[in-house]
């Protein structure tokens, strides 16, 4: 059974800093392309970012909306996800998702999420 | 950045009930498009990917089509446990988008 979970959400102040991890099992970690998706509270879903496999160098991809603020990175022998989360805004403030990427990169399997607060 | 706009954002179905949620695309996206569900307080859960292709484990009474900017997600007979909001989502260019969301609700 695929599991997801997340872990590390909580309170920060804004221009704070904090670090999520995700800890997957039921799969070949390895082999999956992760994402990270964000809801903040009301709202709708947004993409945050993407790493890809060793195949691709571990390349990733972000929304413009944390590009050079969250970075994702991953350790396969771990079989772990993280986004360090520097220079937090208020609307950085959500519930944020590990989620693994199907072989034909769809979001397939979702954790359940760990909530964010940035506010002073 | 690709937009999809879903219609409508509210709907309101009775048990039973035949439904359909629409979403365009600002742009063609071939068939590279997913439907979710979301429960309150629960993650989102992949019904359809590839416009039409049904996610294991998902009840037939869910099924997509559409393809390049106009897609249809329908609940052939609406379940008690299918109140809830449905998102689509692009997977055809980054950034990856969703749209707005359609919340269906009991009458």
Known sequence: EVQLVESGGGLVQPGGSLRLSCTASG?????????????????GLEWVGRTRIKANSY?????????????ISRDDSRNSLYLQMNSLK??????????????????????????VTVSS | DIQLTQSPSFLSASVGDRVTITCRASQGISSYLAWFQQKPG?????LIYAASTLQSG?????????????????????????FAT?????????????????????K
């Not at chain 2, 629960?42 to 992949?46: M, Q, V």
């Open chain 1, 27 to 43: 799969f070949t970690f390895s082999a999956h392309y992760m994402d990270w998706v964000r809801q903040a509270p009301g709202k």
């Open chain 2, 58 to 82: 998902v009840p037939s009474r869910f099924s997509g089509s559409g393809s390049g900017t106009e897609f249809t997600l329908t609940i052939s007979s609406l379940q008690p446990e299918d």
């Open chain 1, 90 to 115: 208020t609307e950085d403030t959500a519930v944020y998702y590990c989620v693994r990427v199907s072989t034909g990169y769809y979001l397939d399997y979702w954790g359940q999420g760990t909530l």
């Open chain 2, 86 to 106: 449905y998102y689509c989502q692009q997977r055809n260019s980054y950034p990856i988008t969703f749209g707005q969301g359609t919340r269906l609700e009991i």
């Open chain 1, 59 to 71: 390349s990733t991809q972000y929304a413009a909306s944390v590009n050079g603020r969250l970075t």
């Open chain 2, 42 to 46: 629960e993650a989102p859960n992949l």
